[in-house]
């Protein structure tokens, strides 16, 4: 017989908000006893707004903080910062009981960012991850100018000062290509009268002056089997990793599969790729069964229509870096090196290009828009360059 919640007794103005938190956390997957856990949460804040004579509406940021306050006062040591009480405030928030949190009015660099973000994304069609990269480096950038960020008197030499100290401690290729899109778009609005973003250096390029590293097959093997099937999370993990390693998709375009991209009787997946493009992919049956198994048997009913969510309440979409960690997990299991998920793309590309197909073929698997995107595959078609290497001059005969 499974476990279930123990009775909570709630008093105080919250009472009427039991019964809806309740189907909220089991909507979101927590299980009885997290969910008692939340419950409880919610008898405790009701009955401090009771002592404290407090209605729902005069639940600000500063009075949700004093409650946490006296939960630490009392000896709790549990749910007792505003990430353990954000379940329960959410939801009475998204009831419209409880005021918004309180933010702060923009500044004129928010202001400024928040149109640079709207000109990467509607006009120049840059993907949100990419989007939040060059956000973060516009930021930066701004917070090294004096005052509130003032561009006025900018000059090429405060951009090489800029990105010469920026690029001692991170990647340069990261900061030259976040600089200079900002500064295109600063030229471009009028707010820099000089177009500087060609004092910007250019970074020498090394992405493909080495062989793409790769995942053998047997490593792959390696990494499916580790996954244990008869749980959620085996069926998940095998799920995603089928995906990576047979038809190379990127994290990204793993977390973004909604479940009316797949057309089961077709045999077909919509790809949501890089730039909003969309492309159609035949589904291999193993892969389209391991996904059946885990939307059968594992995913739930969460309100999201992500293929991939968390295991876990609350069952949110999984996230790219979400990915990446299921990937490393596999590979401790494996008790193999840890890789990334990119490199099991890698592994996609190299299992075709062993198999006989050529470089626009396995461009048009990976979705490349260039050629010398993929070209960059010659390099491992080791049959291919043989004839093409030149006899060494100080080679016996």
């Not at 090429?156 to 600089?179: H, M, T, W």
């Amino acid at each position: 017989m499974g476990a279930r919640p123990c009775r909570v007794r709630v008093i105080g103005p919250l009472v009427p908000h039991v019964a809806g938190f309740r189907s909220e956390l089991a909507l979101q997957g927590y299980r009885p006893f997290a969910l008692t856990d939340q419950l409880r949460v919610l008898a405790h804040l009701s009955r401090w707004m009771a002592g404290e004579g407090l209605e729902p509406a005069a639940l600000d940021t500063e009075r949700i903080e004093a409650f946490l306050e006296a939960r630490r006062s009392q000896g709790y040591t549990l749910w007792i910062s505003p990430k353990g009480v954000e379940p329960l405030i959410n939801y009475l928030r998204g009831c419209g009981v409880v005021p918004p949190a309180s933010v702060p009015p923009p500044s004129e660099v928010d202001l400024l960012l928040d149109e640079f973000r709207a000109y990467l994304l509607n006009e120049r069609g840059i993907a949100p991850s990419s989007t939040a990269s060059y956000l973060h480096v516009a930021r930066l950038f701004l917070a090294a100018r004096p005052g509130d960020g003032g561009l006025r008197e900018l000059a090429a030499a405060d951009v090489l000062s800029f990105v010469a100290e920026q690029c001692k401690v991170r990647n340069p290729a990261y900061i030259a290509c976040g600089v200079r899109s900002f500064l295109r778009f600063c030229h471009l609005r009028g707010l820099i009268a000089t177009p500087l973003a060609g004092a910007v250096p250019r970074v020498a390029s090394r992405q493909r002056s080495k062989l793409p590293v790769s995942v053998d097959a047997g490593a792959i093997k390696k990494l499916l089997h580790s996954c244990d099937r008869r749980s959620a999370f085996g069926r998940r993990d095998f799920a995603v990793l089928n995906l990576l390693a047979r038809l190379g998709l990127r994290a990204g375009e793993v977390v973004a599969m909604d479940l009316g991209d797949i057309d089961w009787r077709a045999g077909e997946l919509v790809v949501r790729g890089k730039g909003g493009r969309r492309d159609r992919m035949p589904l291999p049956a193993d892969v389209g069964q391991a996904i059946a198994a885990w939307l059968s048997h594992g995913r739930g009913s969460p309100a999201c229509r992500n293929v991939f969510t968390r295991v876990r309440a609350p069952r949110r979409p999984l996230t790219s870096a979400g990915v990446s960690a299921l990937v490393r997990a596999a590979c401790r299991r494996a008790g193999l090196p840890e890789v990334h998920a990119h490199r099991l793309r890698h592994a996609a590309a190299t299992e075709l290009l062993r198999a006989g197909a050529n470089l626009e073929e396995i461009g048009l698997v990976l979705r490349h828009e260039l050629t010398l995107t993929t070209s960059i595959y010659a390099k491992v078609d080791l049959a291919s360059l043989v004839p093409l290497a030149r006899p060494w001059e100080g080679a016996r005969p």
